[in-house]
């Protein structure tokens, strides 16, 4: 097992400092002679092996990747590289409504657009609430828009009666909406001025109607962080998921989304490919967006990923979604337990410690000492179980997350 040091990203949206609980992951993960300033923003913890920002062997320095190169192949298991990235976000305004690229239009993007898109790879993520957590994803049913737009006047007037038409005539249907579709693109393609008036219009109307609270929040704290932005009015195109602490979403590629606040594990193929259209000061790339999205709508409940028990541990859960490059087991162990024994399989994985203290011991390896901001690479060929040893006099639980290639 190696100490790894992970990479901190200071993005405008995260929280400032000591709100930020990246902030007190990175203090506690960093060499103790680094000081972090206060007055920043810390949005994200990376750890894994991305091409732009590897985690480093926290002894030595050497980027993972170089450490992995010159071990032997069961060091890493079933695959030749970690397929994973795995992050902490703190989030105090929301990220960009954005999708990400499939294999394929990955490859094809980053051949045309290196600059931009920086690697080929897929990127399906899964979001594990670390606190209240809300976010937009997916697009709703279209007889749940339909019933915004005969509300909202001033929507049904930006997206146009033939657009919307085409949207009631999908209601009750399964599959690809062409109506979605083509609300959609009328409303990200709409002029400045025709998306100020309506935001403004919209809001008054919400404001009278007071039939949709959750709603109205939303939409006045993105036009209080984003004013007269055309991501305002995708709240009723796309699910608001409210999620609670341990509850997940799994986002597939091509799927729209927006993280609006909380903070979360985050856990994704090993990729930073990001297409985006609104809630965003950075470069937006509309028409790429619109052609790629998924039009085809789901309920919000089918948004929620469900974990299952690891090996039927009543203490450790299992989040496998529905593709190979990854998977996240979580570890909640109460304190006054002084040992809980998992088993492990033969795939490199890394751990990153939320709360509490332990020593990790697995069969024929040194033991390591953890605690709260502490990530480890744990290699494929380490044995069969990982023993969690704990000080029964220590009140505080002990938490962990880690991932691994999805081969369950």
């Given amino acids: 097992m190696l100490n790894l040091l992970a990479t901190v990203k200071n993005y405008h949206w995260g929280r400032k400092g000591p709100e930020s609980l990246v902030y007190h992951l990175a203090v506690q993960n960093s060499q103790s002679n680094v000081k972090l300033p206060e007055n920043e923003a810390y949005a994200e913890l990376w750890m894994g092996n991305h091409v732009m920002d590897p985690s480093l062997v926290k002894e030595t320095h050497q980027p ?29 305004t929301a990220l960009s409504i954005q999708v990400h690229p499939n294999k394929e239009e990955a490859e094809e993007l980053h051949k045309l657009f290196p600059d931009i898109y920086k690697d080929d790879n897929h990127k399906p993520e899964m979001a594990i609430a670390l606190t209240p957590f809300l976010a937009l994803c997916g697009f709703r049913p279209p007889a749940e828009i339909v019933a915004f737009i005969d509300h909202l006047s ?15 005539n999908d209601c009750g249907k399964s599959g690809h909406s062409e109506g979605i579709k083509a609300c959609f693109t009328k409303l990200m393609e709409s002029s400045t001025e025709d998306i100020k008036k309506c935001i403004k219009n919209v809001e008054d109307q919400l404001k009278c109607a007071q039939e949709h609270p959750n709603v109205l929040k939303v939409f006045q704290t993105l036009q209080r962080d984003f004013p007269d932005d055309v991501g305002i009015l995708s709240i009723f195109f796309f699910h608001i998921m409210e999620l609670n602490v341990g509850e997940a979403m799994f986002i597939s590629a091509n799927e729209p989304h927006a993280y609006i606040y909380g903070e979360c594990i985050e856990a994704m193929a090993c990729s930073d490919n990001v297409i985006r259209a609104g809630l965003t000061p950075k470069p937006k790339d509309i028409p790429t967006l619109i052609r790629m999205l998924n039009y085809t709508p789901q309920t919000q409940s089918s948004k929620i990923f469900t974990p299952q028990k690891y090996n039927d541990d009543p203490l450790v859960d299992l989040f496998s979604p529905p593709v190979k490059d990854f998977a996240v087991i979580r570890y909640r162990i109460p304190a006054g337990v002084t040992k809980h024994t998992v088993k492990l399989r033969n795939n490199a994985s890394v751990l990153v410690v939320i709360s509490g203290e332990a020593k990790l011991e697995c069969q024929g390896s040194p033991g390591i000492s953890v605690n709260r901001g502490s990530v480890i690479f744990l290699p494929g060929n380490i044995g069969k179980e990982l023993s969690i040893l704990m000080d029964p006099n220590v009140k505080e639980h002990f ?4 991932a691994t290639y999805n081969d369950f």
Avoid: C, H, M
């Fill in 399 to 402: 938490e962990a997350y880690q």
């Fill in 64 to 92: 993972l990747g170089e450490y992995l190169a010159k071990q032997a192949v069961e060091v890493v298991g079933a695959t030749k590289d970690l397929p994973f990235l795995l992050k902490v976000l703190s989030i105090q």
């Fill in 154 to 168: 001033a929507l049904g007037e930006l997206l146009g009666q033939e657009n919307v038409e085409k949207l009631r």
